[in-house]
């Protein structure tokens, strides 16, 4: 009976502050990709901007089954991805959750703002799927 309940595992749960759906969708799949060559079972939730985010957050909190990582864009609608991140880790005090920012900037001051705003992580949206599956593996690292 023990060695059964060994074998039991939750769920990774994943959730991905992305305003451009078809990157949001890149995402997934490569964070599924990367999550089937672990042999985790990933839970990925996906909101649209950072007040989206913010809501889902609250609501997994309130539910006590917070995101074991938090992926999030910069430029976004209505919250972006550093204000997120900022109030996240003030407001929320949710600073025990893994959060990396993937955005289209290479420009290393934009990093070290997302950085400074809370990010554990910062990743240059890649090119090709392959290069963004290495960024998922990197990201469920972080879970």
């Known amino acids: 009976m023990i060695e059964a309940y060994d074998k039991f595992e939750l ?10 759906p078809d990157d ?13 060559a672990r042999g985790l079972t990933l839970t990925i ?4 901007d950072g007040l989206d985010g913010m809501g889902s957050v609250a609501l997994s909190d309130l539910r006590s089954h917070l995101p074991d990582v938090i992926i999030v864009d910069l430029n976004m609608p209505v919250m972006d991805g550093g204000r997120f991140l900022r109030l996240l880790r003030s407001e929320m005090e949710l600073g025990e959750i893994p959060t990396a920012v993937l955005t289209t900037s290479t420009e ?4 070290e703002a997302a950085l400074q ?3 554990n992580a910062v990743f240059a949206k890649p090119n ?5 599956v290495v960024i998922a593996h990197r990201i469920l690292d972080m879970a």
């Open 11 to 20: 769920p990774c749960a994943v959730l991905i502050i992305e305003d451009d």
């Open 24 to 36: 949001a969708f890149l995402l997934k799949r490569a964070l599924n990709s990367a999550g089937e």
């Open 45 to 48: 939730k996906h909101s649209r």
């Open 108 to 111: 290393t001051p934009v990093h």
């Open 117 to 119: 705003a809370g990010a």
């Open 128 to 132: 090709t799927q392959a290069e963004l």
